[in-house]
T-cell receptor, first 115, second 112 residues
Framework: GENVEQHPSTLSVQEGDSAVIKCTYS??????FPWYKQELGKRPQLIID?????GEKKDQRIAVTLNKTAKHFSLHITETQPEDSAVYFC??????????????FGQGTILTVHP | NAGVTQTPKFQVLKTGQSMTLQCAQD?????MYWYRQDPGMGLRLIYY???????DKGEVPNGYNVSRLNKREFSLRLESAAPSQTSVYFC???????????FGDGTRLSIL
């Protein structure tokens, strides 16, 4: 099955700095990669996603890049703000075969933005 | 539009008791999922239902059963609760593979 590794497990930045979280996946057939943000005590919420036919996607201060050859994808947050502090999860979706319908999540990154 | 609704929000059980967690979605999604999240940990898939009428085991299915009652509802049952099942349980749904999953607010379950 698919395996997703996420790094770093914790990340501390100053307000206004950039933050980068990286994930690698094992199955080259994976073709959909969402990122979720989970604030303390709340549900995970989708913040951005990318499909395998695209190399980069941006949404205001958030961007995701995908390198299919190396099987890794990254989340980039620019001009970080204290409200960006949360746990971030990456995930990979095979989209077919025996794992049809199942997302595989990374272990999560605790991002802390200091004012 | 309520999205994914989970009940109850909180529950305390004694070891050996049984309980069913309820989940319903109103987005006409085909696939539904149950995850558990332990403190400081990631999301671990318990069971999922890729489409109405099918269910499959995830990463940690032992001690749980599921029922896909209809397209809207997917329940999770603990037959004989154990302290190791103390966790936050999230239900999620999505339209199809390669589409975003939408999560409910979670059920916080404590087993004494």
């Amino acid at each position: 099955g698919e395996n997703v590794e996420q790094h770093p497990s914790t990340l501390s930045v100053q307000e206004g700095d950039s933050a980068v979280i990286k994930c690698t996946y094992s199955d080259s057939a994976s073709n959909y990669f969402p990122w979720y943000k989970q604030e303390l005590g709340k549900r995970p919420q989708l913040i951005i996603d990318i499909r395998s036919n695209v190399g980069e996607k941006k949404d205001q201060r958030i961007a995701v890049t995908l390198n299919k050859t190396a099987k890794h994808f990254s989340l980039h947050i620019t001009e970080t703000q204290p409200e960006d502090s949360a746990v971030y999860f990456c995930a990979a979706d095979l989209g077919g075969g025996t794992s049809y319908g199942k997302l595989t999540f990374g272990q999560g990154t605790i991002l802390t933005v200091h004012p | 539009n309520a999205g994914v609704t989970q009940t109850p929000k909180f529950q305390v059980l004694k070891t050996g008791q049984s309980m069913t967690l309820q989940c319903a979605q109103d987005m006409n999604h085909n696939s539904m999922y149950w995850y558990r999240q332990d403190p400081g940990m990631g999301l671990r898939l318990i069971y999922y239902s890729a489409s109405e009428g099918t269910t499959d085991k995830g990463e940690v299915p032992n001690g749980y059963n599921v029922s896909r009652l209809n397209k809207r509802e997917f329940s999770l049952r603990l037959e004989s609760a154990a302290p190791s099942q103390t966790s936050v349980y999230f239900c999620a749904s999505r339209l199809a593979a390669n589409q975003p999953q939408h999560f409910g607010d979670g059920t916080r379950l404590s087993i004494l």
